[in-house]
């Protein structure tokens, strides 16, 4: 007869350390170079704070200048207001672009062409000059008809319809593109199979093709805002007193250049934060349930998890490893 064998029945402690341990790798060339841009801006930033050039005094006094306070209630109000129209009106060339009917498609990718082709200061300033192309404005029967209504151009394109105008149909013809591609990146698939389920045309769309186009469209929306809120001081072009063109009011009369062009920097960088924070919040929002691929930890993670790693290695191991 063979011998019963004999089973060891001893458990191991999960809390023992291991036989062995992973040694991370050293990146010395990450680490210095890490040092080295620490170094530069902490040494740009005292040569800013100690530069007597940069008249931080003068700064502090025109930060909450009331003309500067109303030049940013401009600026914040034409952000405002033609990214709104631009989104409205974006969709519509998305829609006209993506159309089976050839002649809105056309139309509409001469639009996007044009808008897109051209720079957006050129744009103001032909809006701005219009009058000299057609005294006039009015409404009538097509080819030399009479006339039904009209006005003066210079009357009914006063500055702020300039800067609107020319915002929004340029801005636009970059969110039709983002509508489209937004639209495009959703499979074909997905409205088939929402049709083969008895959704209609609205139905399907509403509640299966834009939730996903959502994800695509929102984070270059976002970037837009925060571009349109920086190429709206080119309305100072026109005079339009803006955050930049009250600035140059200011500096124009007591020839503190720098200082006014950091109070309009600082301004410029509050808003656009402001922007991302949202924008950041928003995308987390319609990513929801995307895998996206690994996620590093946060600051404050990190520093727990590197804590907690010290701490172990610091107590006594009280448990021998096992034979």
């Known amino acids: 007869?063979?011998?019963?064998?004999?089973?060891?029945?001893?458990?191991?402690?999960?809390?023992?350390?291991?036989?062995?341990?992973?040694v991370p790798m050293r990146h010395t060339g990450r680490h210095l170079a890490a040092l080295a841009v620490l170094v530069a801006a902490a040494s740009l930033g005292y040569s800013a704070i100690t530069n007597d050039n940069f008249e931080w005094p003068v700064v502090w006094d025109y930060l909450f200048h009331p003309e500067i306070m109303a030049g940013?209630?401009?600026?914040?109000?034409?952000?405002?207001?033609?990214?709104?129209?631009?989104?409205?009106?974006?969709?519509?060339?998305?829609?006209?672009?993506?159309?089976?009917?050839?002649?809105?498609?056309?139309?509409?990718?001469?639009?996007l062409w044009f808008f897109r082709g051209t720079p957006l200061l050129v744009q103001l300033i032909f809006w701005f000059n219009l009058s000299a192309l057609y005294p006039r404005l009015s409404l009538s029967v097509p080819f030399g008809g009479p006339e039904i209504v009209g006005a003066s151009t210079n009357s009914v394109l006063s500055l702020w319809a300039v800067a609107i105008i020319g915002l929004t149909l340029n801005e636009s013809a970059y969110m039709a593109e983002i509508v489209r591609g937004g639209l495009l990146s959703v499979p074909r698939h997905q409205g088939e199979a929402a049709v083969?389920?008895?959704?209609?045309?609205?139905?399907?769309?509403?509640?299966?093709?834009?939730p996903q186009a959502l994800r695509v469209i929102v984070p270059p929306t976002g970037n837009q805002v925060i571009g349109m809120l920086k190429h709206s001081s080119l309305?100072?072009?026109?005079?339009?007193?803006?955050?930049?063109?009250?600035?140059?009011?200011?500096?124009?009369?007591?020839?503190?250049?720098?200082?006014?062009?950091?109070?309009?920097?600082?301004?410029?960088?509050?808003?656009?934060?402001?922007?991302?924070?949202?924008?950041?919040?928003?995308?987390?929002?319609?990513?929801?349930?995307?895998?996206?691929?690994?996620?590093?930890?946060?600051?404050?993670?990190?520093?727990?998890?590197?804590?907690?790693?010290?701490?172990?290695?610091?107590?006594?191991?009280?448990?021998?490893?096992?034979?």
């Open 1 to 22: 007869m063979k011998a019963a064998t004999v089973m060891d029945t001893t458990r191991v402690d999960p809390s023992a350390t291991p036989p062995s341990e992973l």
């Open 235 to 323: 309305v100072s072009i026109i005079a339009l007193s803006d955050l930049l063109y009250s600035a140059q009011l200011i500096y124009s009369q007591n020839f503190r250049t720098i200082p006014l062009l950091v109070v309009i920097s600082i301004w410029y960088l509050v808003c656009t934060t402001v922007l991302s924070y949202a924008q950041s919040h928003i995308e987390r929002h319609y990513g929801r349930g995307v895998h996206v691929g690994p996620q590093r930890p946060g600051g404050l993670a990190r520093l727990r998890s590197l804590g907690s790693r010290l701490s172990q290695r610091s107590q006594p191991n009280d448990h021998p490893n096992p034979a």
């Open 196 to 210: 083969a389920l008895g959704m209609n045309r609205w139905q399907t769309f509403s509640r299966v093709i834009l």
């Open 72 to 111: 940013l209630r401009t600026t914040l109000v034409l952000t405002a207001v033609s990214m709104s129209l631009g989104i409205v009106l974006g969709i519509v060339l998305a829609a006209c672009r993506m159309s089976e009917n050839r002649v809105l498609s056309m139309l509409s990718g001469a639009y």
